[in-house]
């Protein structure tokens, strides 16, 4: 985070195309970075759940009702 308000604070003196680089490049690495984290949770939880000899033992458990 600090690396992007240090990029942020650059910006201020940038004009033109070198300012809408900048900018496209700070939104891009925050979306990036938030898609990330939640993709890598997601991909480890699957790896455990489909383990091979994890039958017997799921991972996730679920209620059979609500």
Same mark, same amino acid.
């Given at each position: 985070m600090l690396v992007i308000f240090m990029?942020? #604070?650059t910006?201020?003196?940038l004009s033109g195309?070198?300012?809408s680089f900048h900018l496209i490049l700070t939104a891009s690495t925050l979306?990036? #970075?938030w898609s990330l984290l939640p993709t890598a949770?997601?991909?480890h939880y699957a790896h455990l759940y489909y383990r091979h000899?994890?039958?017997e033992h799921k991972?996730?458990?679920f209620p059979d009702k609500i």
């Open positions: 990029e942020l #604070s910006v201020k003196q195309a070198a300012k979306v990036v #970075s949770f997601s991909m000899g994890a039958e991972a996730l458990l």
